[in-house]
């Protein structure tokens, strides 16, 4: 054999060699890639959910608030997403135009919150005796609008920003990324939870209060102040709104008109707990938190409300008393 022929089977062979060396390291090139992707993804679910469990809990507040006035008057209340507006931008106002400080922003704009929640009770929904639930929805509806107009012609139409409680040095969980408002947005949604559920169970109002939801009529024989228990349920919803408000201010900002949305995805947690002011409609507004973050995140974010209203839509047409209401019978 001579030269020529050695060196051809020498390259001939340093090729195949190359050849092989090469695609054992594209093959190794594309296992580190699908790790990398499957990495990727699984902090980016991560990340939806736990953006997903902080929208949700502001949900569950609002929707809270729906239930409580709904199970002491039957009234569903479709002006408590204006109280969420009045609990940001009265925050905004104490905190930023006035300079007064954080907490003490947050106590006015409260007791503000909660005593427009007690007018509104006394002045449009009181002197309506006997009045049809329909008649009582557009009047909840009209008190929205005025809260409404109100709000615009005192802050105007611009968007307000609220300065995160604690700063705004993210923090890792999982590989995702976490602020320290949604940590104060999880603490605060908990505390009121246990709170609502301390109040209806072990003291003489909220006991009052709940009689008034099984039945006005014997709670009234009893000795127990309908009336009254119906502004304390006005006052609480009132008053949770607003605090909801406040904790979700700092990550979305707010307006004049940012309740109307927040309202009605605190209306379709209500309805998917089926309007119990319990854990059912905490349930109902984690989950539709997470359906909206996972649906924004993985399809579209043009898709986030209509996700809402989607769900509402087919919770009304296949369960229309809730996912999480047991089905009552009735002794004729």
């Known amino acids: 054999m001579d030269i020529g022929s050695l060196a051809a089977n020498g ?16 093959s190794a090139l594309t296992l580190s890639s699908v790790k990398a992707v499957s990495m990727n993804f699984s902090h980016q679910i991560v990340q939806y959910l736990l953006s997903g469990f902080s929208t949700g809990a502001i949900y569950s507040l609002i929707g809270l608030g729906f239930a409580i006035i709904y199970n002491s008057t039957g009234i569903i209340n479709f002006a408590q997403g204006e109280f969420v507006m009045l609990g940001g931008m009265l925050t905004y106002f104490f905190l930023t135009v006035a300079g007064i400080p954080l907490f003490a922003s947050i106590i006015l704009s409260v007791i503000i919150a909660t005593a427009t929640g007690v007018i509104f009770e006394r002045l449009a929904i009181r002197p309506l005796r006997n009045a049809t639930p329909l008649s009582l929805v557009i009047i909840t509806i009209g008190g929205s609008i005025f809260i409404r107009g109100i709000a615009m012609l005192v802050w105007g139409k611009d968007t307000h920003a609220i300065p995160m409680f604690s700063g705004t040095e993210p923090l890792f969980l999982a590989g995702a990324t976490i602020l320290p408002q949604h940590l104060w947005i999880f603490g605060i949604t908990i505390l009121i939870i246990v709170i609502n559920k301390l109040y209806f169970y072990y003291s003489i109002s909220g006991k009052a209060m ?22 304390f349920s006005f006052a609480i919803s009132s008053a949770m709104g607003s605090v909801a408000g406040m904790i979700a201010a700092p990550l979305t900002m707010t307006s004049y008109d940012v309740g109307v949305m ?60 809730g996912i999480f209401r047991k089905a009552e019978t009735e002794r004729v």
């Not at 390259?11 to 594209?26: L, R």
């Not at 309202?263 to 539709?288: E, Y």
Request: proline share 1%.
């Open 262 to 321: 927040l309202g009605l995805k605190g209306f379709c947690a209500a309805i998917i707990g089926g309007m119990s002011s319990g854990i059912g409609t905490v349930l109902g507004g984690l989950i539709l938190g997470v359906l909206e973050s996972l649906g924004a995140g993985l399809l579209s974010s043009g898709y986030k409300d209509a996700i809402a209203f989607i769900i509402l839509l087919l919770i009304l047409f296949i369960r229309p008393r």
């Open 210 to 231: 709940r009689a008034c939801s099984y039945n006005r009529n014997a709670a009234s024989l009893v000795g127990i102040d309908v009336r009254r228990m119906v502004l």
């Open 11 to 26: 390259f001939s062979w340093y090729m195949m060699q190359h050849q092989s060396a090469q695609g054992d390291s594209t």
